[in-house]
């Protein structure tokens, strides 16, 4: 597979050379043509005796009369023969070079040649890279949301995108990593391997693609040919997901699914949902809060649209002990029987499933002017609405921002971030994993901690080993002053977890200690750490 | 028939009878070895090994490699050749044999060439 591969990928570079071997034998020719004749033409010597150039000085003689240098008649001064000769030589080698030359810039103009270059410099880019690197398949705003959450943590990629102004839109992104992005078909096993699978530091494959088949063909592609490499692909449908957990695909993300948790963790348990959102989203970015209370979990709701998303919400809404009413334009859906048939955008249809004593309406339509006409017209029926709206296209987001809605549900940063909670260091997935067995008041002080720390930025996390025990608060130099300056998220020593430890646990060499705080807090603790070992 | 094969098999011949021909003599005796005999051999040299760019096969480049180590010895029987008759030291029957000896290992790289070509022939006729 390996030879094949190189092979396919020299043949540019072998046509190009095939198509110079004319006009270099061209060239040859006539040079040898031009040097045979000035030793073969009589000429005078100084005093006017005859003489015959010798090859060196007719190649010298040649050599700078065919580049157009003309240091003048050399050695000695020509006969006429000689002058007639060079008059036919200076006409044929400048057209010779024109010929090479001219072919020559038309072969490095040759799409195919500079696709090849592209490739070769992508595929040295990866081959050096000295860290462990994510293969992200596909750069659509999903993917791009990823990268820079994951650039920004420092954790490398290696981007494979169809589409050539996307991969031009990477090459411009303002990241603080350099991420090596080629223009190419991410369903090519050749090109996944150009683009680092089955490199020793290729940690994942992230394949996130809208068309559920592009993400099986990656991701059987990359099972077969590095088997040790985690996977994490998206499956809108029941029997793709079934498909790619079949062959051993480690994460499936299902986007209707994640909305389906992201609802219920929001109407159950706000403070949870507030805590995962700042700990999957990037450090540094403004930290998002609960802009409206939501409706209680036995709330009223108006659920518009019934395809696989509306499916999958009604079922957590009922779940819940939510009342539901179902609007909806498709019967083949099998709506709930006392749907409301209609499309929602008018009144009519919104007054008729009683939206003015709901709670909350969800605009759920695979189609966002629709969605957003549903919001508008709900919102004037009774303004006291809490309002999800479902987003389709990346697009659109200034105008689902502009209609101010309480919850906008964006496949793009959902998938990224539920990527991102499943790449994140092992200790802080653990963290995330735990974090719903505190209780709700817990969190709340917990939050309300970490927004007073952090001053409305989003917290770094970071690991510590433990060195010499004691207290967690003796780990930070700040906190010897009484001001603790970081928060301790979770202690781990040996398999065992303990989430949100106090201030005064005490720790053993050994452990380890996930904390939370500002970035310039994170520096200033390495550093101090980093000096206690010296010292 | 191939005329693409024709061109290129030529070109190799040609390179090693020039070469021969400019060898074949006494080795010392300046008057049996011609200046136009190694001229055309280095020029047809040059040009086999321009033919022989590009080629994909391990063979290919075998082949490409003894054209490049006949260049060699030819150019360097020529500098040798012109360093002697300009460099004021006149060429001397020392001189002469070494511009020889030097044709004769070009002469055998591209006899090398010649037979790599031809066992390249008759196994592709099976």
Not at chain 1, 402 to 418: I, P, R, W
Not at chain 1, 422 to 447: K, N, V, Y
Request: aromatic share 8%; proline share 5%; net charge positive.
């Amino acid at each position: 597979m390996r030879t094949a591969m190189l092979r396919r990928k020299n043949s540019i570079l072998f046509h190009v050379i095939r198509r110079m071997r004319l006009p270099l034998v061209t060239l040859v020719c006539v040079y040898a043509v031009a040097v045979a004749g000035f030793t073969l033409i009589p000429g005078r010597g100084p005093d006017g005796e005859p003489l015959r150039m010798s090859f060196f000085h007719a190649f010298y003689f040649v050599s700078f009369m065919g580049s157009t240098i003309g240091f003048g008649e050399i050695p000695h001064p020509f006969t006429d023969s000689q002058r007639l000769w060079t008059v036919f030589t200076i006409y044929t080698s400048v057209i010779s070079w024109l010929y090479a030359i001219g072919t020559l810039i038309a072969l490095m103009r040759e799409p195919g040649l500079l696709r090849d270059l592209t490739l070769r410099r992508f595929e040295r880019h990866v081959r050096l890279l000295r860290n462990d690197f994510f293969l992200v398949c596909g750069y659509d705003s999903t993917e791009e949301l990823l990268v820079e959450s994951l650039a920004r943590q420092r954790i490398q990629c290696v981007v494979v995108e169809r589409a050539a102004h996307r991969v031009g839109d990477l090459e411009t992104s303002n990241l603080p990593l350099h991420v090596p992005g080629i223009c190419a078909d991410p369903t090519d096993a050749a090109t996944l391997q150009s683009a680092g699978l089955g490199h020793r530091h290729c940690r994942g494959l992230i394949s996130l693609d809208s068309d559920d088949q592009v993400n099986l063909k990656i991701a059987v592609t990359s099972k077969l040919l590095s088997p040790q490499v985690t996977v994490i692909c998206a499956a809108r449908n029941a029997g793709t997901e079934k498909n790619m957990a079949s062959f051993g695909t480690d994460v499936i993300l299902d986007p209707f699914a994640i909305f389906a948790r992201q609802l219920r963790t929001l109407v159950s348990r706000p403070h949870l949902y507030q805590l995962e959102k700042w700990f999957t989203a990037a450090p540094g970015a403004p930290l998002c809060g609960l802009p409206h209370p939501p409706p209680g979990a036995g709330g009223r709701w108006v659920l518009c649209g019934f395809g696989r998303y509306g499916q999958a919400l009604h079922a957590a809404l009922r779940e819940l002990g939510g009342e539901v009413t179902v609007v909806a334009m498709n019967p083949a859906n099998r709506p709930p029987p006392q749907a409301v048939f209609g499309r929602g955008t008018e009144a009519v249809t919104l007054r008729e499933a009683e939206v003015e004593h709901a709670d909350g309406l969800i605009a759920g339509t695979d189609d966002d002017t629709n969605n957003l006409s549903i919001l508008m017209t709900a919102r004037d029926l009774n303004p006291k609405l809490f309002l999800i709206g479902r987003q389709n296209k990346p697009a659109n987001t200034a105008l689902f921002a502009a209609a101010k809605l309480n919850l906008v549900n964006h496949y793009s940063e959902a998938l990224a971030d539920d990527v991102m909670a499943s790449l994140t260091a092992p200790l802080a997935r653990d963290f995330l994993h735990l974090l719903p067995q505190a209780a709700e008041h817990t969190l709340e002080q917990f939050a309300s901690k970490v927004r007073k720390l952090c001053r409305g930025v989003t917290p770094a996390v970071w690991r510590m080993e433990v060195a010499r025990g004691g207290a967690i608060t003796g780990l930070h130099p700040a906190a010897r002053d009484g001001r603790p300056r970081c928060i301790a998220l979770l202690l781990a020593r040996g398999t065992e977890r303990i989430l949100l430890p106090d201030g005064q646990t005490a720790t053993a060499p050994g452990d380890s200690v996930l904390f939370c705080g500002t970035q310039a807090d994170r520096f200033r603790m390495r550093f101090a750490a980093g000096e206690g070992r010296r010292a | 028939m191939n005329p693409g094969k024709v061109v290129f098999a030529f070109f190799i011949l040609l390179a090693m009878t020039l070469n021969f021909a400019f060898f074949i003599g006494a080795p010392e005796d300046p008057g049996q070895h011609n200046v136009y005999l190694l001229f055309a051999a280095i020029t047809v040299g040059i040009i086999a090994t321009i033919l022989k760019f590009g080629e994909r096969s391990q063979l290919g480049a075998v082949l490409l490699a003894t054209s490049l180590v006949a260049d060699l010895q030819l150019i360097a029987a020529a500098l040798v050749w012109a360093t002697a008759t300009f460099g004021g030291a006149g060429l001397s029957a020392e001189t002469m044999s070494l511009i020889v000896a030097l044709s004769g290992g070009g002469l055998l790289a591209n006899l090398v060439s010649v037979i790599l070509l031809t066992a390249e022939t008759i196994m592709s006729r099976r």
